[in-house]
């Protein structure tokens, strides 16, 4: 993997680094390192207004998620991949802690994971402002509708997912997504 950039947070050195991307450091990156004190609370606003009516709370665009991420240590990143996509594809690289993953179908097979409350409920409290991700969108609409149903009141679809749809020649990551954003992610 290539590393594009570094930013200071807290004393820890983050990378923003893509093997399929050579995007530097964005400027909002930079501004999510010393937000304001209603930083956090205007990006929620937007992504509340951005979706309505919506059966959840709202949709961010990943760049906001990461924002979000790196300003408050107790908002949640929820991967709903498979296991063997975080393993074949990669992953987020946020703080321990932020990033949690939970299956919303099983693999092999492709079963709904019917243990995916029970397993949010012992990573997550209801009152949490909770990121749910997948490849490009759909599971983590999902993911966000069923958490809200089930009584967890800050549930955020992120936009365009992990690797974002596809391009015209059938590839992903060039269209959209968290790591066609340049934002840091661990490759396989």
């Known amino acids: 993997m290539r590393q594009t950039g570094a930013l200071q947070y807290k004393g820890q050195t983050r990378v923003a680094s893509s093997a399929h991307n050579n995007n530097p450091i964005k400027p909002w990156m930079k501004n999510a390192m010393n937000p304001n004190p209603h930083y956090v609370s205007d990006i929620l606003a937007a992504a509340r207004a951005r979706i309505q009516p919506a059966p959840y709370a709202g949709a961010v665009t990943p760049q906001e998620a990461y924002a979000l991420l790196e300003a408050d240590a107790n908002i949640k990143l929820i991967d709903v991949r498979t296991d063997a996509e975080r393993d074949w594809v990669g992953r987020v690289d946020v ?3 932020q990033h949690e993953a939970i299956q919303w179908n099983t693999y092999p097979g492709a079963l709904f994971n019917i243990e995916f409350l029970q397993q949010l409920a012992a990573r997550a409290g209801k009152q949490d402002v909770l ?10 609409r999902h993911a966000a509708k069923l958490a809200t149903e089930h009584g967890y009141q800050n549930c955020f679809d992120i936009l365009e997912g992990f690797e974002g749809d596809k391009d015209g020649h059938g590839h ?5 997504g968290w790591c066609q954003a340049g934002l840091p992610w661990l490759g396989a």
């Open 95 to 97: 703080r321990q802690g």
């Open 131 to 140: 990121l749910f991700l997948c490849r490009s969108g759909v599971r983590s």
């Open 172 to 176: 992903r990551r060039t269209v959209g």
